[in-house]
Nanobody, 121 residues
């Protein structure tokens, strides 16, 4: 079994900052890409940022340099530092991890339970 536990969401005023964390636990052989997605009310889930095992990063256009994704391989964790938050960033944020549970096992996707981020204007 693999579990992803997220933390760090909450209520913040526009212009403020939050840091989301997501830690994977269980039987894990290796982790490839780690990512953050979000789903705003009435909208489809969308990619926010992704980081590869080689620490290459990619951000959605709406991030505009405000967010930073990072990972700690020793802790099987991924983080999202969010600065200059806007009301339109209000959403449930989900971490997504592509990992292998064994040397000869195909990789699979795992999702966190989601953490609410609410930005008040």
């Amino acid at each position: 079994q693999v579990q992803l536990v997220e933390s760090g969401g909450g209520l913040v005023q526009a212009g403020g900052s939050l840091r989301l964390s997501c830690a994977a636990s269980g039987t894990i052989f290796s982790i490839d890409t780690m990512a953050w997605y979000r789903r705003a009310p009435g909208k489809q889930r969308e990619l926010v940022a992704v980081i590869t095992s080689g620490d290459r990063t990619h951000y959605a256009d709406f991030v505009e340099g405000r967010f930073t994704i990072s990972r700690d391989n020793a802790k099987n964790a991924v983080y999202l530092q969010m600065n200059s938050l806007k009301s339109e960033d209000t959403a449930v944020y989900y971490c997504n991890v592509d990992l292998r549970r064994g040397r000869w096992t195909a990789s699979d996707d795992y999702w966190g339970q989601g953490t609410q981020v609410t930005v008040s204007s």
